[in-house]
T-cell receptor, first 118, second 110 residues
């Protein structure tokens, strides 16, 4: 079954703890993304990676970290430095190029992880 | 800088009435525009992209470069259209990130 998966679906964390959200895809996509979705704020980009072992900060990277050791995986760590971590987190992936070698920008989204800090 | 503006947070429309979800963008180059939709308890997914020039679920969107708009339209609303809609922009010919608007919740009234 092809697709992009995120785990866990719900996550609770105590203040001061780091937590890692999982994102895996078997679509053979090169690019992967992490967004945060808050009511009235839309989707805000945290980090993205266009290729293995490389990633770039998005608009709200402070308090977050990522790694891209494998093409299939792009875990996000929410650190204790993130001041308002309670949110819904979405992972996405996309192909780098389409059949005509143009950037193919459609993103495929995972089901999301709802993180609550207690 | 790239920016996407969706001026309406909530739009309520009666079933059978026309729908127009507004989207304006700011970008100096050649943009690629998208509409994404998130139905209740479902994943965010692509609805349509301006390059494809297609109609999906009765929705169409025309890129108006003069007005820098990409409004989403449907002539007759259906109850199953109730969802959160996001307009998004990407720089054409660049392998780059996508900028999303803040979204508009469409509520179809019976």
């Amino acid at each position: 079954d092809g697709g992009i998966t995120q785990s866990p679906k719900y996550l609770f964390r105590k203040e001061g703890q780091n937590v890692t959200l999982s994102c895996e895809q078997n679509l053979n996509h090169d690019a992967m993304y992490w967004y945060r979705q808050d009511p009235g704020q839309g989707l805000r980009l945290i980090y993205y990676s266009q290729i293995v072992n490389d990633f770039q900060k998005g608009d709200i990277a402070e308090g977050y970290s990522v790694s891209r050791e494998k093409k299939e995986s792009f875990p996000l760590t929410v650190t204790s430095a993130q001041k308002n971590p309670t949110a819904f987190y979405l992972c996405a992936s996309s192909m780098a190029l389409d059949g005509r070698a143009r950037p193919y920008n459609e993103q495929f989204f995972g089901p999301g992880t709802r993180l609550t800090v207690l | 800088a790239q920016r996407v503006t969706q001026p309406e947070k909530l739009l309520s429309v009666f079933k059978g009435a026309p729908v127009e979800l507004k989207c304006n963008y700011s970008y100096s180059g050649s943009p690629e525009l998208f509409w994404y939709v998130q139905y209740s308890r479902q994943r965010l997914q692509l609805l349509l992209r301006h390059i494809s020039r297609e109609s999906i679920k009765g929705f169409t969107a025309d890129l108006n470069k003069g007005e820098t708009s990409f409004h989403l339209k449907k002539p007759f609303a259906q109850e199953e259209d109730s969802a959160m809609y996001y307009c998004a922009l990407s720089a054409l010919n660049r392998d780059d990130k996508i900028i999303f608007g803040k979204g508009t919740r469409l509520h179809i009234l019976p």
